[in-house]
């Protein structure tokens, strides 16, 4: 086990989704304020009435094109106040997921994606990365819809005194002392789990469970160099995507197998992404079961979408 190893991993996670995570709660209580909660919230009504939603939850939509964090945080606090009931936060949850895969495909991916592979192998894999996460959320729309039950009106009421306690005024200095609070119920279960698993990536027994993976890839037609790609890809999809392009470059790889193979690297990747970071921040901002059972949905239904796109792409 390295331990310096496993933290200097781990400090690069924390110096970007820290700062990211207490951004999102400021964003997430500036929000609240009653005249962006009211105009977001009749903005976004198409979505809300699409999928059976209280107006209220319109707001979230909008913070999951800012930070997922935060939308999680807001979405918990609908849920803490009766807005929506434990089937509507596991279908919206799902249905975030449209805005949050536009956000990571268009700001985080696509630079190295038209950087390293091109204009057209770039926007065809960000195209699929989108495609994938509406489907998502076409799977929560359904989810609520199927599940959805009128409850003698209390959803409204509940709406209603949840929107009047918002702020008339937003006291700038007042929302980051509840961010922070926000910020730190979050972090105290979020930086000591992930810097488990980071030391957990770390050991003998991780070492040996990747390279035995590797004769499995080959039986799908994945050459050494698509292993190469997935196994960059594991701790985070940009370095899948450097690999990728490097090895496009020298011929190692042809274009026709570069997206089946960011396929197979995303489909891992998010496995070790729910484990190492979305299950403990599920779990610190939801509650122990209720964080576990949305990881868990959440994940296997994106990794279905993930798995269907890669059979079309083989």
Known sequence: MDISLALSDVLKMWK??????????????????RRFFTWFSKVLRPMTSLGKLPEALGPFF?????????????????GRNAVVNKNG???????????????????????????????KLGMAFMAINIGMSTLVTVIGILWNRIN?????????????????ATADKIDLVAA??????????????????????ALFMHTDII???????????????????G?????????????????????????????EEIIFTLLV?????????????????NVSIFGVKLGVVVTVVGTVVYLAMVALAASLAL
């Open 265 to 281: 690297a995303s489909f891992f990747h998010n496995v070790y992404d729910a484990v190492s970071r979305v299950l403990p921040t």
């Open 16 to 33: 970007t989704a820290l700062p990211a995570m207490f951004l999102g709660c400021y964003c997430g209580v500036v929000l609240k304020n």
């Open 227 to 255: 292993v190469l790609v997935i196994l960059a890809g594991i701790p985070t999809m940009i370095a899948a995507i450097g690999v990728a392009g490097t090895l496009l470059q020298s011929g190692a790889l042809v274009a």
């Open 89 to 119: 936060i596991i279908a919206v949850y799902l249905m975030g997921s449209l805005p949050t895969g536009i956000y990571f495909t268009i700001f985080y991916f696509s630079p190295a994606l038209i950087a390293g592979l091109g204009w």
């Open 148 to 164: 959805f039950r009128q409850d003698d009106a209390s959803h409204s009421e509940h709406q209603q005194t949840f929107s009047s």
């Open 176 to 197: 980051a002392r509840t961010a922070f609070w926000q910020f730190w119920d979050i972090a105290v279960v979020f930086v000591p789990v992930t810097f488990v698993f």
């Open 62 to 78: 909008i913070l999951c094109l800012l930070n997922r964090y935060a939308a999680n945080a807001m979405l918990a606090e609908f």
């Open 207 to 225: 070492n040996e469970i990747l390279p035995g993976a590797a004769p499995v890839l080959h039986k799908v037609n994945l050459t050494a160099a």
